[in-house]
DNA sequence: TACACGTGGAT
DNA sequence: TATCCAAGTGT
């Protein structure tokens, strides 16, 4: 590993002992610590993939307990999965998991690999989480390299270049690999993990609590603000759209999005069209309808982002012309559909107050 | 490789 | 308020 400071490097085994000693006294009491199933360990890892684990936990736990074993998943249906999963993001992890569990059951005897090359072959295991699974949930001596582990490796070789792009990438999990010890790889990447979570953390670096603050590199030449060296994202650009809320005697209209589809495939949501700029909105709806509408009346705006937007959501109440696309649901069953998180928050209005949320300002034209 | 995928917490 | 970004993966 390229080397910019004069710092001596300390060796592998020094690391891993002043590592795991920091650890014994600093590990967080995680739920999926508590645990050495894999399936459970396998959930938490889909789970923590690019979401915080503050975040995570609560829908651990339910999950746990609506879906306890690979079995019981398996068996499980796709809505309830990604209801599970609904406000979490990221959907197609609920469809891998569940996928996944269909094929251990059905190809792998009901049990979840312990080795990196089988684990790969499940729906959403990549690189990181094979080897999470494998160290975490089995003891097998395998190398793990997510944001936290690359960001501390980084700082303690003072290794420059892009983590996410090779030659460093590859470079970053050579020393992952070089690092983990052959008996106890489980709690040797997790206190790596934990290093960087609690000490190592992006922005102001706990280094004086550090147990590597003496053969740090980037803490010897002051470059912790600097590495990792990771390629600034693109700006997420503006989106505006509308949504069209259909009330038919008590019934709301909703529709499912194709599983197809890129964003939100499998999840229920209130139609909903992008809007041009000076598009009138009555026109936007008919859209997303699939029929003109004949009546509009503004009710919220919501702001909610994805990815790369930053999405401006207008809710209209409004009246379609003919039957339009879509099926119409009692608020009851409205709760029980996945939906988007921005669409939820329009259904829980609903659903709470029983009838649709305040306009927020007085009526808007209606346009036929 | 470069994007695309969701969402909410933290600063 | 704006931006960053969090236990990544798939295409």
Redesign the pocket.
Known sequence: MARTGKTTSASSAELRRTLLAWYRTHA?D?P??RTSDPYAIWV??VM????????VIPYFERWMRRFPTVTALARSRTDDVLHAW????????AR?LLEGARMVERELGGRIPGDVATL?R?????????G?IAS?AHGTRAAIV???VE?VLCRLDGARGDPR??PL?AELWRRAEALVPARGASTFN?AL??L??MVC????PGCERCPWQGPCVARASSRQAELPE?A?????SALHTVAALVERRGHWLVKQVPAGA????G?WSFPHAEIAAREAPARALGRALGTPVTQVEHLRTLQ???????ITLDVYRCSPRARPDGRYVTPTQLQALA????H?RIADDLTSVGRAPVPARAKTRSRP
């Open positions: 967080r995680l999926w610590r938490s890892e923590l993939q690019q979401t915080q684990v503050a975040t609904q406000g979490l993001g990221y959907y197609s992890r891998g790969r499940l729906p959403g295991v990549g690189p990181y989480t094979a999470a975490i997510d944001g936290n960001r792009k090779q990438k997790q993990m934990e960087g979570a953390t992006p922005k102001a990771v600034q994202r693109a700006r997420p890129l964003r939100w495939a999840l909610h982002s994805i990815t790369r937007f930053r939906m988007p998180a921005a939820r």
